[in-house]
């Protein structure tokens, strides 16, 4: 292989977010089962695509002119390309049952604090359930009031 069956998985589970809360988010909505992808567009809006995958496929959609033109202001990859992703996903998967992704040996799960990146203690106001290769998880507990001191300590006071 290539990369680790852990590497591959800690990289799912990041496009899996990009699906889940950011400019993807649109195919999870439509589509209801464990997507992960990433839209992408170029300066200029010259070009704007999505690549994606569920457990049992994976596709990509480019949108773009064959000479260097623009496709116009605002088209971008979440706006253009996805869309499309998810009209031929949802043809392509429709006799397929959803699936989660399958979790290797060696990844481990965490309850993280979202603004220090340590583990969430019962004070931690938000929280994300992180994946991890076995032995890299944070150790160390959110200190108390940590949301505040440690954007002090990073951006100063305000």
Same mark, same amino acid.
């Given at each position: 292989? !290539?990369?680790?069956?852990?590497?591959?998985?800690?990289?799912?589970?990041?496009?899996?977010?990009?699906?889940?809360?950011?400019?993807?988010?649109?195919? %999870?909505?439509?589509?209801?089962?464990?997507?992960?992808?990433?839209?992408?567009?170029?300066?200029?809006?010259?070009?704007? +695509?999505?690549?994606?995958?569920?457990?049992?496929?994976?596709?990509?959609? +480019? !949108?773009?002119?064959?000479?260097?033109?623009?496709?116009?202001?605002?088209?971008?990859?979440?706006?253009? %390309?996805?869309?499309? +992703?998810?009209?031929?996903?949802?043809?392509?998967?429709?006799?397929?049952?959803? &699936?989660?992704?399958? !979790? $290797?040996?060696?990844? !481990?799960?965490?309850?993280?604090?979202?603004?220090?990146?340590?583990? %969430?203690?019962?004070?931690?106001?938000?929280?994300?359930?992180?994946?991890?290769?076995?032995?890299? %998880? $944070?150790?160390?507990?959110?200190?108390?009031?940590?949301? &505040?001191?440690?954007?002090?300590?990073?951006?100063?006071?305000?």
């Amino acid at each position: 292989p !290539v990369i680790s069956a852990q590497t591959a998985y800690l990289m799912t589970s990041m496009l899996a977010d990009v699906v889940k809360r950011g400019t993807g988010r649109r195919a %999870a909505r439509a589509l209801k089962r464990p997507l992960a992808g990433k839209t992408g567009t170029t300066n200029d809006y010259f070009d704007a +695509w999505f690549m994606g995958f569920a457990p049992q496929l994976v596709t990509g959609v +480019w !949108v773009g002119f064959d000479e260097l033109k623009p496709l116009g202001r605002h088209e971008t990859g979440a706006r253009t %390309a996805c869309p499309i +992703w998810i009209d031929f996903m949802r043809a392509a998967l429709a006799d397929m049952p959803p &699936e989660n992704f399958k !979790v $290797p040996e060696g990844i !481990v799960f965490a309850n993280i604090d979202e603004k220090t990146g340590l583990l %969430a203690d019962s004070k931690s106001k938000k929280t994300l359930f992180e994946c991890f290769k076995g032995g890299t %998880a $944070p150790t160390e507990s959110s200190p108390p009031a940590a949301s &505040e001191e440690f954007e002090e300590s990073l951006f100063g006071k305000e």
